[in-house]
């Protein structure tokens, strides 16, 4: 016999983060982060895992990141939250 359980959680990314918004999709000069109630602090790493942006924010509804010396390719946003961290990736391009 098999059982499936459907609420087993299988990644970083934690429910209750879907109101969470990224724009523009691709990024070019400056990317937007909202509806981030409760987030403490917000990472931005290259995919290897090398931190190029970092920041701490309290109270925040919208955080505005530039872009400006950022090479083109995917990134990972880190969004940490009382001991969680929510992931989600974005794509940084040049026009």
Known sequence: DVLFEESIPTNLYESGTDDI????????????ISNIHNIQQIDIQTITGKMIWTRKISYEETVSVSLAGIKDGIYVICL????????RKFLKISY
Do not use: E
């Open 21 to 32: 918004i990224i724009y523009p999709v691709p990024a070019h000069n400056y990317l937007n």
């Open 80 to 87: 940490k939250q009382q001991g969680k961290i929510h992931t």
